[in-house]
């Protein structure tokens, strides 16, 4: 396989072997890229290629791939030839800083390629893929996949996933295929890349089909598996993957415990994840973030705040997201000038820069307190640009509080921000029926249909048996529609016979 000039630069012959440094200009990122020099750098060097190659691996593991670029020059300077983990360390450290490094990791190739390593040695060939992959460039990853003399499992998972990190599913799933032995691994690389793309009932679907093939799943496919379950609110497989957790050897898994506290706390059962939590042999920030979080989102403000003080007291140093729950508690108990002292002490004692979802919470703390106009005033003067969450809490106050005034102002900002939403056109027509100002929510309406904006139907969920049903206001495309109807009306005339009719 050769790569077009342009990616991947070729290595010749040359008096004076390639160095590499850390080209940077005005206009993009730094690149590290191969460059030429007749100096030999003065360090005393240790001419053993696993010296080298450890030396290149602390650089790349601290994050200083610029480092280990100038370590492998002066290494090949030495005379000294890199071997197979030499470039599997490289071609690894690239991956991790894909935005700067692709230059860097196809010049590699092309010495890779040079030397025969990336055909003759399973290793280097697999780091090659995944370095493309997370690099973005996943048809070279594949084009460097075919040419691969030899893979093994590693190498067929790296594919897969590359595939689904670069929302490539039908690839992906092809590959699946195609693969000999598929293993947990596998299963696990498409159960990820759905969730990380929000696809999460077909993450769900392929889970099953892991269950069916009889392919025990790993912690890291239960963590994907929960956070799915979290995002559908499916208590009932929620519930079914913890007792599986207990019968298997991670079920002091610290991430996976975490993740069954996130899982609880989003389908509205704080006690359960409190339990989870009052278990756990060891925890992390995490772990008391996921609670004082949970708390705040069910609206248990007194006990977010316990444990934000309880953490304090353990000795952890609250981070943004801790932050950001005990002021979402302080918000739904309107403890506004608590949730002001916090914010000054995120700032003056641990230097956390708030960010827009503080800012956010700012804004809901004054908007549910009604006062909009200070709400406001955080929003013409936050550092950055306001999201429609953020909007969206202040409008929706303004609707409760009548503050068409207002409501008005707002539209500018979130006609800007997201012209093609729906809801919040909604609800300012909602407000102005609601004054009786008619031909305003006319003129909304007309101006949502000449913005080719339609109302999206709201969609009601209920999980049977571990399957989520979904329904919109007078569907009747469900498989079971015509028993659901049936039994409606059967519970409207029982609550007729007991003279409750009227109450419907």
Known sequence: MSLPASTAPQIHHHPNR???????????????TFTHTNKVLPNSVDPTVSSWTSSISRHCQ?????????????????????????????????????????????????????????TNNVKVGTAVVDMYSKCGCVDLARLSFEEMGVRNNVSWNTMIDGYMRNGRVEDAIQVFDEMPNRDAISYTALINGFVRKGNFE????????????????????????????????????GLWVNRYILMREFKYNIRVNNTLIDMYSRCGFVEFARQIFNSMLKRSLVSWNSMIVGFALNGNADEALEYFNMMLGDGLEPDGVSFTGALTACSHAGLVDEGLKLLDIMKRVYRISPRIEHYGCVVDLYSRSGRLEEALSVVESMPMKPNEVVLGSLLAACRTRGDVTLAERLMNYIGELDP????????????????????????????????????????????????IHEFVAGDKSHFDAEHIHAMLEHLTSELGISGLGSSL
């Not at 963590?223 to 497989?237: D, R």
Request: proline share 4%; with cysteine.
């Open 18 to 32: 390639p160095s590499l440094s850390l080209r940077t200009n005005t206009t993009t990122e730094p690149q590290i």
């Open 62 to 118: 601290n994050g200083h791939l610029a480092n280990a670029a100038t370590e492998f020059t002066r290494m090949r300077l030495a005379g000294v030839e890199p071997n197979h983990i030499t470039f599997v360390t490289l071609l690894s450290g690239c991956a991790h800083f894909p935005s700067r490094a692709l230059h860097f990791g196809a010049s590699l190739h092309a010495l890779v390629r040079k030397l025969g390593f990336d």
């Open 202 to 237: 077909h993450a769900l679907e392929w889970f099953q089909e892991m269950q069916l093939s009889g392919v025990d799943p790993d912690y890291v496919t239960i963590i994907a598996v929960l956070s799915a379950c979290a995002n559908l609110g499916m208590l009932g497989l």
């Open 420 to 467: 093609g939403s729906d809801s919040n056109y909604v609800l300012l027509s909602n407000m102005y029926a609601a004054v009786g100002s008619w031909h305003s929510a006319s003129s909304v309406r007309k101006k949502m249909k000449a913005l080719g904006i339609q109302k999206k139907p709201g969609v009601s969920s209920v999980e049977i048996d571990c399957v």
